[in-house]
């Protein structure tokens, strides 16, 4: 394996945890109360550029069938057991408890349609059942997106997420609050354009890329 996608795994580790022990900062742990852990909250910052980076940097030509098929095998079956079974839980805990086990949210069926397919949603909200996966609208829809570089070829790809970029920028401006203009997109195509840097190795450092050590 590449060594330096192994270098990002160990990244994303240590971002992972430093989510974690965030929400752990945010809750009330086991009535020890809030603040037991003070972390930068970048890792949401950093598995969006990470997003960005892998689609093209690990990007192999293939069909846009297989190309979607992929990306939905990545997001949605995990993501339905794990609705399906809050629901079921939460099912349970009403009939024979008399309470709710997702305190955070009432759900409905309005709420189980839109946690399932994904509805775009700009930050934690009581609208979906897992609220931490507001994130996943976003990757979904950029993924929809990177249908470009499939049928157009890098450049065009690269070339059409620069435009998408300036509209942002310009929307964010303007005040506008459009989804698809949101400024989070920006960490998704600051990724992609990282990527296609250091494919082409523009950015040297010691006669070695940048991301990670030696060759690969």
């Not at 805990?93 to 759900?107: H, L, V």
């Not at 839109?114 to 996966?133: D, M, R, T, Y």
């Not at 950029?142 to 690269?158: D, H, N, R, S």
Request: glycine share 8%; hydrophobic share 55%.
């Amino acid at each position: 394996m590449d060594r330096r996608i192994d270098n990002l795994h160990i990244l994303r580790a240590v971002f992972t945890m430093g989510i974690v022990l965030n929400h752990i900062n945010e809750d009330d742990l086991a009535g020890y109360g809030r603040g037991i852990f003070s972390v930068v909250t970048t890792g949401v910052a950093f598995f969006f550029v990470l997003s960005g980076f892998l689609i093209l940097y690990t990007y192999k030509p293939m069909k846009c069938s297989d190309y979607l098929k992929k990306k939905f095998l990545r997001i949605f079956p995990s993501l339905w057991i794990y609705i399906l079974g809050t629901v079921f839980v939460d099912c349970v805990f009403r009939k024979f408890i008399g309470w709710n086990f997702t305190e955070w949210a009432d759900i409905d069926l309005k709420m189980v349609i839109k946690s399932l397919v994904c509805v775009p949603i700009i930050e934690h909200s009581n609208e979906i059942i897992i609220p931490p996966a507001w994130t996943l609208s976003f990757e979904v829809w950029f993924y929809l997106i990177g249908v470009v570089l499939i049928f157009a070829g890098e450049k065009v790809y690269v070339g059409v997420l620069s435009a998408w970029a300036v509209l942002i920028i310009v929307s964010s401006l303007a005040g506008s609050n459009l989804f698809l203009l949101n400024t989070l997109f920006l960490e998704l195509i600051m990724g992609v354009i990282i990527a296609c840097i250091v494919k082409k190795n523009v950015i040297q450092h010691k006669g070695a890329p940048l991301i990670g050590w030696g060759g690969g």
